[in-house]
């Protein structure tokens, strides 16, 4: 069977160009194929930076026997979750509701109408003691098909059509007020007092908790909401998710002390990282909090900027078929770059072994919690700065991950909005934020002012927006506004929110749905307001249009966010912690309702 994803643009899709399964992009094409030759499909869904989605590959897509299996039974399909998040949230929705947990790679058997019989993530290519394996799955899933596939239609069907619940009223609504309360009680019951963040392992940020927190804190300068925000953020700065050489933030931390990270860094991530290390660098009067602002600056402008504008997407966790083999060092590594007695003094202070803290026999880099004067003191260090450099040269002779260098409008928006924050206090930062809006105006829109998802690396756009693109690029306009106070920015946003209404609103209730009523029509409705590892789109709809309403005050601006608000408020009462972003837009209300907006 013929691979067709030689001709497409994802970084991810070309990756998989090469193997013996003859992989269809998702479409009419595969989908067609699937019904008239009466085939399930089987669908893997990932991304560029995943590293057990590089570890099914190299596992299972190149295994001939699995190929073959896949190619004689099944249409195969592969998706870039970070080019179709309207797949991936559809479709890890009906992960979440059949095994209880999702991740990636999201691995699906779909009948040809496209809904999923099995669904799972990650799967060995043979079975364990502990795990089926994918051939096995595959073989029965083939054994049965032929006498079972109309039963196993309507099971998917009827399980479809519990993931669509009817619009109905909301009941029992929660006060903004008492909603901002509750939530803070619970992140309070949640907090790790000793390590920062929130529960145990694995540790994600959680960015919009700590935007809640910063606005929680000014609303209420006597809770612990600023301490609670800056224990994290400092534990995150000392640990191994932060590159202490490169800078910038892999995805997550792998244990609770946020030492050992999972190595991909994700754009969207460090953007946000930008903005809440600065808000409480200045909150917490925190000078080494407030640099780390500059040094993820740093990185993505030398790491992550693309020749054309904007920004990349992400890097890999992998490099050299490893994990964080880029990252990690030894200490005969270190002592031939910086000599015996520096290298001892470095590998003291970053907890770099003989027996080494990873795999192999390597250390990842990360730092002992310290009083605020040592750890000031070690900021500024010259000598460690020096040393810092020289690994830094030494590294980047290093086999590189590999770079998805598609620009995503979601986290470009992202970025747009950090800029523009920290260029209130520096006009250079504020000349970035104005050019990267250029390239978002010029790239991301169609000639019908329609917002695009993903510029590809040679330029060319393409895949309609959905809402979290749609919120964050309102929120970067937002804070351009705010930080120059120029019509321009404030007219394309109310453009952008007109546009959002149109897409994503619903007649009889408030609030987004998530896909695009202009786009590709799925058997499931998804509406959330919950964050996940990024804020949700309505979270950051809310949130940007409070700020909005903080810099006109033009109270149209007000009614929309609380509109939001309104539309989930009984989901919020019933677990207010999960809407953090949502809280912060409205905390960021009565901020300004209060008159404390400086």
Known sequence: MKNRLGAEKSPYLLAHSEDPIGWFPWGAEALELARKAEKPIFLSLGFSACHWCHVIHRESFLDPEIAGLLNRSFVPVK?????????DAVFMAFCMAMTGGGGWPLTAILNPEGLPVFVGTYFPPRSTARMPGLLEILSEVSRRWPVEKEELARTAMRFAGKLSPAVSAETNPVSAGEALDSAFKTFLRTSDPLHGGFGTAPKFPLHGNILFLLAYSRLNPGSEALSMAVRQL??????????HLGYGFSRYS????????HFEK????????????HEAGLAASRPALGRVSKEVLEYLSRDMGRDGGGYCASEDADSGGEEGLFYTWTPGEITRVLGAEEAERFCRIFNVSEAGNFENGRSVLWREAEEKEDNETLELDPALEMNRRLLLEERSGRERPARDDSALAEWNGLVLGALSRLGTEDPETLAEAKSLWAFCREKFFSKDGRLLRVVYGDGAAGHKACLDDHAALLWGLAELYGATREGEFLEAGK??????EILFGRDGQEGFDFLPSDGESFPIRIRRAEDGGLPSGNGMAAYGMARFYRFTDDTAWREKAQSIFRGFSSEIGRSPGAFATLLAGMAEIELVDAGRTS
Do not use: C, K
Not at 254 to 261: A, G, M, Y
């Open 79 to 87: 998706v870039d979750r970070q080019e179709r998040p309207d797949l």
């Open 234 to 243: 400092e534990a995150m700065r000392l640990g191994g998710v932060f590159d």
């Open 254 to 261: 792998v244990d609770r002390q946020w030492h050992i990270p």
């Open 266 to 277: 994700m754009l969207g991530d460090n953007a946000l990282s930008v903005l809440l290390y």
């Open 495 to 500: 453009r952008l929110s007109t546009q959002m």
